[in-house]
């Protein structure tokens, strides 16, 4: 039984974890429970800590959780001989970061009295940061740890060990280290992209390879996330020079993982191409439209949802001709907010069943919550997960 610290979009999270490992539950706003044999937090998009769950509580203040933690940590580790590294984060509970703090100074004293060696990572918040947990590779082997306390909304407690954070480092070079970008067509998060291809999986077992179709492949961001989790990447895009980036991008990306990449890349029109099979899932960011630092005019926002409202459904029409019953997708397509936080959808999200597609069901969110924007954002990306019917 493992815990998510969920990321900035926590549902989008949650979302993503019920895709892959089915048994997911919230704990609190920001935190999900997963009930699965093993997790792999480097596949994940949007879960900032995973931790395997240790000890669980009915309730308890953080005085009590602390002296609990004390006990235990203190007797566990008093054989040590090597050197340990520690981190406490807290979630949920009304405490100052030097309560935090003051737990890991005491059982810092009493393993100190056992002969035991322990670095205490400062707290400047109850809960560490993700870089401050990745930094310090705390979860990645037996003497860096970091326990993460949780008080769900019912007020039971879990006590987890950390299994690592996101690899921030590693999507950072993913991202800004890639030979070809193109800020004209978009710059599509990988983490964002890896959520796009989870939401399409719906399993975790890649043990046969599974090709994955992209048919807006743009740079080769969802394409390279994909080939990372063992994919068989098959991009097409309507222009030349985007087929051409996603070449040089899978080319790099072949390089620096020093792991094969299997791929096939065409130039094809998405509201007409005849794809090759076979075609597994499909998983890509369609086209959103003309960017915008403000809201547009309500002509304006008319004639640019129109045109990707008559693409992203002719292009639905086109593919699911194409696919087999029970093919699963994630497109993300285009929202506009306003100044009130209010969001336009495409017309197509209504006539989801005339283009021949179910939405994926879900237990733990509403469709309305797959949303993924930032605050200084106008065009969202509203993920449709689908099945073809």
């Not at 895709?19 to 937090?41: H, K, Q």
């Not at 690592?164 to 964002?192: C, E």
């Not at 807006?216 to 994919?231: D, I, S």
């Not at 907010?337 to 597609?357: E, V």
Request: charged fraction near 20%; include cysteine; hydrophobic fraction near 40%.
């Amino acid at each position: 039984m493992y815990i998510s610290i969920l990321g900035r979009q926590p549902a989008l999270g949650v979302a993503e974890l019920e895709a892959l490992y089915s048994d997911v539950s919230w704990l609190s706003d920001t935190v999900a429970l997963i009930r699965t044999p093993e997790i792999d937090i480097s596949r994940l998009g949007g879960s900032q800590k995973i931790g395997r769950v240790v000890a669980e509580f009915p309730r308890g203040d953080w005085m009590q959780i602390s002296r609990k933690l004390v006990s235990a940590y203190a007797d566990a580790w008093k054989d040590q001989t090597n050197k340990i590294t520690l981190g406490i984060s807290a979630y949920g509970f009304k405490v100052h970061q030097r309560d935090v703090q003051k737990t890991g100074i005491i059982l810092k004293s009493k393993l100190k009295q056992s002969g035991v060696s322990l670095r205490l990572i400062p707290n400047d918040e109850p809960a560490l940061s993700t870089a401050t947990s990745h930094h310090n590779k705390l979860g990645l082997s037996e003497n860096k740890v970091e326990l993460i306390v949780v008080r769900a909304n019912n007020n039971r407690v879990l006590i987890a060990e950390s299994t690592g954070s996101q690899n921030i480092t590693a999507y950072a070079k993913r991202d800004q280290g890639r030979p070809k970008r193109d800020a004209f067509v978009g710059m599509l998060p990988p983490k964002l992209a890896q959520m796009i291809v989870n939401l399409a999986s719906n399993d975790t077992d890649n043990a046969t390879p599974t090709v994955l179709l992209d048919p807006f492949c743009g740079t080769g961001v969802v394409l390279q996330e994909a080939a990372l989790m063992g994919y068989r990447v098959y991009g097409t895009d309507l222009s030349d020079k985007m087929i051409d980036y996603s070449e040089q991008n899978l080319e790099w990306l072949r390089k620096i993982q020093a792991t094969p990449v299997v791929d096939k890349l065409e130039q094809g029109d998405a509201m007409s191409h005849k794809w090759q099979t076979p075609i597994d899932i499909v998983a890509c960011e369609s086209y959103l439209g003309q960017p915008f630092s403000a809201p547009p005019s309500p002509t304006k926002l008319r004639e640019v949802r129109g045109n990707c409202n008559h693409i992203i459904s002719t292009f639905l029409t086109n593919i699911g001709r194409q696919l087999t019953p029970g093919v699963r997708l994630c497109v993300a397509v285009p929202a506009w907010r306003d100044t009130s936080g209010n969001f336009t959808h495409l017309p197509l999200i209504d006539q989801l069943a005339a283009l021949g597609y179910e939405r994926a069901p879900f237990t733990s969110i509403t469709p309305d919550q797959l949303l993924y924007y930032r605050e200084d954002q106008v065009v969202a990306r509203e993920l449709l997960v689908l099945i073809k019917k």
